[in-house]
């Protein structure tokens, strides 16, 4: 009675093993596995069997595997600044986004890595497979190419008016559907900030944390803010071929989002 206990013991855990999504899960499955089969050849009156399935299957391949699951490959992250979302500060990088990358990096046992790129290139890099992650204040858009995400950080869009002229707008990001048919598209938003300071546009729409740095940096002292109705949701772009990191982001989003760890994050580094 016992030895078939202990078969089906082994099996359900060999199945434990082979299904989880976490790799450290699944080392931990098949090191209980290997104690498993080791007490049922004890069972079955072979000891000397069990001793080398304890000491090998056990002992010796669950180190070589846990060794193996801390170089499982890096998780190249393509950024642009964005305060407080993601920013250097001296040396170091710091923001939501990045607490939330560091934490995601750990999860999934993988070495973070960051370039800073010009905003324009990031969903480039993204859709190629050069980086894994895009990240610095993205907005969802179904034309960009790539995956979104859940969204992360509310936002709304906001209409600054500094003179006269036509509206200009980030391609791809929301604002663009408020331009009309003189409106201008740029790559960027720094891009958008120099065009508006230039008198290139009399008007710019962008996302309230945007403008909120503009405000920081005081570009466009005496400009007109109004805020534009319905809500928008920073995420992080993916590549949309890498399936395995989309269910993963996806099931470590949740978890964060069930402890309340996310919401404790938001109102750490956004107030």
């Not at 090998?56 to 600044?81: E, H």
């Not at 986004?97 to 973070?112: K, S």
Request: aromatic share 8%; with cysteine; glycine share 12%.
């Amino acid at each position: 009675m016992m030895a078939v206990l202990l078969s089906a013991l082994a099996f359900g855990l060999a199945v434990f093993a082979l299904t989880r999504k976490r790799l450290l899960w699944g080392v931990i499955g098949v090191g209980v596995h290997s104690l498993v089969l080791a007490a049922l050849y004890l069972v079955l009156a072979a000891p000397d069997v069990a001793l080398t399935e304890a000491a090998i299957g056990f002992g010796l391949v669950t180190f070589v595997y846990l060794l193996a699951l801390r170089r499982t490959g890096k998780l190249v992250v393509a950024a642009s600044p964005l305060y407080p979302l993601l920013y250097a500060e001296g040396e170091r990088v710091a923001g939501l986004e990045w607490e939330i990358l560091e934490r995601f990096a750990r999860w999934c046992h993988r070495d973070l890595e960051l370039i800073w790129v010009p905003r324009a290139e990031i969903l480039r890099l993204v859709r190629s497979g050069e980086a894994h992650v895009g990240a610095g204040g993205f907005l969802p858009n179904p034309h960009d190419g790539v995956v979104y995400t859940q969204g992360l950080v509310p936002t709304r869009l906001v209409r600054v008016r500094l003179g006269g002229g036509p509206i200009g707008a980030v391609v791809g990001e929301p604002g663009a559907s408020w331009l009309g048919s003189d409106g201008k598209l740029f790559e960027d938003a720094d891009e958008l900030a120099r065009a508006l300071s230039r008198g290139e546009v009399g008007e710019a729409v962008t996302d309230l944390l945007r403008w909120r740095e503009w405000e920081t940096r005081d570009l466009f002292s005496g400009a007109e803010a109004t805020l534009l109705p319905g809500e928008h949701r920073f995420a992080f772009a993916l590549n949309p071929e890498d399936e395995e990191l989309r269910e993963s982001f996806a099931e470590f989003l949740g978890e964060l989002e069930r402890r309340g760890e996310l919401s404790e994050l938001i109102r750490r580094h956004l107030g």
